[in-house]
């Protein structure tokens, strides 16, 4: 049989949890809101996988950056986000032609309540401008007419580990980013984008 000063200690030990356990539910809670409802910067190298020239896959690859932000809308899931990229790639096709691509979308956000000790998962649908230049779109015989615009669509989705307050790193972000160049054939170009990074909270 238990002692009356176990009895004494099981019973203080309880009450001391069941007080604290409201207290780190409360703290939790608002630390997870906190998490949800702050704006973020991240800054991401991105590798960029494309086919632009029409045809047999004629896929080449893209190495540059990309800076995009998250606004949070009341409630904190949902957040209004933007993205620029900016990706080049050389050698490309036997005549060596040479691409930088641009694109600029915007859209929604949407980070799913998950509580999984400091990473964050999101998805997220952008929409928005693409712009191409190099020798593979500017030379005499290019069928690209609209190199300077054209429509952009960003699909995909990420993971963050937060690391502290104010710093979390991406860990990855997977992207299918469409184009809509002229090409002579389907005028457009199926991207797909993967980047990691460090993101800023503020």
Not at 44 to 51: L, P, Q
Not at 81 to 88: F, H, L, P, Q
Not at 108 to 132: K, N, T, W, Y
Not at 138 to 143: E, I, L, R
Request: aromatic share 8%.
């Amino acid at each position: 049989m238990r002692s009356n000063f176990q009895v004494k200690l099981i019973s203080l030990l309880a009450a001391v949890a069941g007080s604290l356990c409201p207290a780190v539910l409360v703290a939790q809670d608002a630390s997870t809101k906190a998490a949800k409802s702050v704006p973020d910067l991240a800054l991401t190298y991105n590798y960029v996988h494309s086919n632009a020239p029409p045809g047999s896959c004629g896929c080449f690859s893209l190495n540059g950056g990309s800076a995009n932000f998250a606004w949070p809308m009341k409630g904190g899931a949902f957040a209004v986000a933007g993205d620029i990229t900016v990706a080049t790639g050389s050698n490309i096709s036997s005549a060596a032609f040479d691409l930088t691509l641009s694109a600029y979308t915007a859209g929604v956000r949407f980070r799913p309540p998950m509580h999984l000790a400091g990473l964050r998962p999101f998805g997220q649908v952008l929409v928005g401008a693409a712009h191409s230049s190099g020798s593979l779109v500017q030379t005499a015989n290019s069928a690209t007419s609209n190199a300077a615009a054209s429509f952009a669509a960003n699909l995909g989705g990420g993971l963050d580990l937060r690391a502290g307050h104010r710093l979390s790193f991406r860990l990855i972000e997977a992207d299918y980013l469409l184009t809509t160049f002229d090409n002579g054939s389907n005028n457009h170009q199926n991207n797909v984008r993967i980047d990691a990074g460090v993101v800023f909270r503020f």
